[in-house]
């Protein structure tokens, strides 16, 4: 079996809550050695959130070090010399406080790549500002286009700019600028705002602005209620199936299935001819349960779907057919790595490190002895 992909690779993980052991939980789960690096009080928030925290944190060590004092920072610094990146999630300024900064790590250590992820930036006229997804989600016009027509906005239970504008967003600019340290020697300072790399991926909207002179208002645009063949149902039992066979191809496929060939020409009729099918296919819906038009239209293949609660998502075979569900050491289950390399295989190495764990087996690492080790944790630097 070959290494992992990023096996070799040391990241210093300063952040906390959810964007970035997140990302930094990709970086584990792809070989690389995580080194939580938490206060020496309350260390990561999450460690109080249950669950959670043993969610986002596997396969990484922690060490407990108090940043304020220099013999802390001294310490930390000499551990970013033979790392490869840093990972930072406070305001804007704190580590250039805290003299840990990428301007105070780069002298040292050319090839270090710093990633520093925030809600608005490390520049313009938020960039102090504190935040959380949904306001990065309202700034970036995005929670204004969820929800059904004539409803209100809805928060998703997905947190969209954390996980899609924050820890992916950061996964791809670090393995990018690692790639290029490694060519050049010389790495990169990654700034990502959590709020433009979500309002990056608002699309569908601005196409349909672009296209129409606006966008269309919630719950009616192309992909969020305005097409009847894209939509959600609900069943005689409460329960929902998705209908999303936008291309006329599946649309036709699931006309046929339904005995509803007349609904066929709607796809190139007006507004009248689809709402009205729409009207039809949701009375039909309606009139049988789930399971009924489970075991009627799955085999289809028309781009037909239950919707499925979590639990019964982590019960699907499909799922268990990718190995994607994995039973952690407490017993819980937890979702595996989600990405497929040949020749790789996922591992839970480690459950989530107690709060200071390592602390002394990486110092141990970096040269210090025994009695140094101890002499630091007498003074409250680790």
């Known amino acids: 079996m070959r290494h992992k992909p990023l096996a070799g ?19 584990a789960d792809m070989g ?8 020496t009080g309350q260390g990561d928030y999450a460690r109080g959130m249950g669950s959670f925290y043993g969610s986002v944190n596997r396969n990484k060590r922690s060490l407990a070090v108090d940043l304020k004092q220099a013999a802390g920072r001294e310490l930390f610094l000499c551990l970013a010399d033979s790392a490869d990146v840093v990972i930072e999630g406070f305001r804007p300024g704190a580590v250039d406080r805290l003299h840990i900064a990428y301007d105070d790590i780069q002298p040292r250590n050319p090839k270090i790549v710093y990633c520093a992820m925030s809600g608005y930036g490390q520049t313009g006229p938020f960039r102090d500002r504190a935040g959380h997804d949904l306001n990065y989600l309202s700034y970036a016009g995005v ?22 504008g924050g820890s992916l967003s950061a996964v791809m600019g670090i393995l990018a600028a690692l790639i290029d340290a490694q060519r050049s020697g010389h790495g990169r300072y990654v700034d990502v705002a959590m709020s433009d790399c979500t309002l990056a991926h608002a699309v569908i909207p601005l196409s349909a602005r672009h296209q ?31 209908v999303a066979s936008l291309e006329e191809k599946f649309w036709r496929r699931l006309c046929t299935a339904l005995d509803r060939e007349h609904w066929i020409g709607a796809y190139h009729g007006d507004a009248t001819q689809r709402e009205q099918v729409r009207s039809e296919l949701r009375d039909l819906l309606k009139s049988q349960t789930q399971a009924h038009w489970v075991a009627r239209l799955e085999a289809a293949d028309c781009c037909f779907s239950p919707v499925l609660t979590l639990d019964e998502a982590l019960d699907h075979p499909q799922f268990a057919a990718r190995d994607m569900i994995h039973t952690s050491a407490d017993g819980l289950p937890r979702f595996a790595f989600p990405i497929r390399f040949s020749e790789f295989s996922f ?36």
């Not at 690389?32 to 206060?39: F, M, P, T």
């Open 347 to 382: 591992e839970a190495r480690a459950p989530a490190p107690a709060h200071g764990e390592h602390s002394a087996q990486i110092l141990g690492e970096l040269g210090y002895s025994s009695e140094e080790i101890t002499a630091l944790r007498s003074d409250g630097v680790i």
């Open 212 to 242: 129409y002179g606006a966008v269309a208002p919630r719950g009616e645009d192309m992909l969020s209620g305005g097409l009847p063949w894209y939509g959600i149902y609900e069943t005689a039992d409460g329960r929902y199936v998705a």
């Open 143 to 164: 929670i204004d286009q969820i929800g059904v027509r004539g409803g209100p906005p809805v928060i998703p239970n997905i947190q969209m700019a954390d996980l899609l």
């Open 9 to 27: 690779i040391r990241v210093l993980d300063l952040t906390r809550l959810l964007p970035g052991p997140m990302c930094s939980l990709h970086l």
């Open 32 to 39: 690389a050695d995580v080194i939580k690096v938490e206060d």
